[in-house]
């Protein structure tokens, strides 16, 4: 895809995030590789809903870009950067222990904090991982590279306690869609405990 395509696909994404309140202020951060080992990237500091499609910051896989100047926190490319490289070679590890099923490499990943999502995983305080309906959310460490490498070696989501919920997919449509279900699914999971 081009490169502005893909710069007015990310900013119309972040404001459907924020008029849904997925995504709230200058919160999260939404990447999608344009070329091999190049990304855009939500800049720090700018509200979801202004975002243009000139404020996108460029980097590479380090977090480091010409025109970053530090702009882009290291701790906060950390998990998309552990994706990245642990779903470059297109396979997707099943939950069965038999053998690799083929999948796309992840091009795209959205961290944000949907309240629902966020407060069942609040709720479920301390648990290795959250059934949410059909769905199983793994928790990992946003610092532990190796938590975050086991997790999406296996998965396309994850709870990162203090920083939210990280959903991967090989392209951006595929990470939104993600994170609409799961928000979703916690949604009628609460509801469900509201009501017993």
């Known amino acids: 895809m081009d490169e502005m395509v893909l710069r007015q696909r990310v900013?119309?994404?972040?404001?459907?995030?924020?008029q849904r309140g997925l995504m709230v202020a200058d919160d999260g951060l939404i990447s999608v590789e344009i070329h091999r080992r190049r990304f855009l990237v939500t800049p720090p500091g700018v509200r979801r809903a202004e975002l243009a499609?000139?404020?996108?910051?460029?980097?590479d896989l380090t977090g480091k870009g010409p025109a970053l100047q530090g702009l882009l926190p290291d701790a906060q490319w950390l998990p998309h950067r552990v994706v990245y490289q642990t779903r470059?070679?297109?396979?997707?590890?099943?939950?069965?222990?038999?053998?690799?099923?083929?999948a796309p490499a992840v091009r795209a990943?959205?961290?944000s904090r949907p309240p629902m999502l966020s407060a069942l995983v609040r709720r479920m305080t301390g648990a290795g991982a959250i059934d949410i309906g059909d769905e199983v959310?793994?928790?990992?460490?946003?610092?532990?590279?190796?938590?975050?490498?086991k997790v999406f070696s296996r998965g396309n989501a994850?709870?990162?306690?203090?920083?939210g919920i990280l959903v991967v997919g090989s392209t951006l449509d595929a990470a939104l869609n993600l994170l609409e279900r799961l928000e979703l699914a916690a949604t009628i999971e609460l509801a469900v405990w509201r009501g017993e």
């Open 88 to 102: 470059d070679d297109g396979v997707l590890r099943t939950r069965e222990p038999h053998g690799p099923d083929d």
């Open 137 to 149: 959310l793994p928790v990992a460490s946003s610092t532990d590279e190796a938590s975050l490498a």
């Open 11 to 18: 900013c119309d994404i972040a404001r459907q995030l924020w």
């Open 109 to 111: 990943t959205i961290l």
């Open 158 to 163: 994850a709870a990162l306690p203090g920083s």
């Open 53 to 59: 499609p000139r404020s996108l910051l460029v980097t």
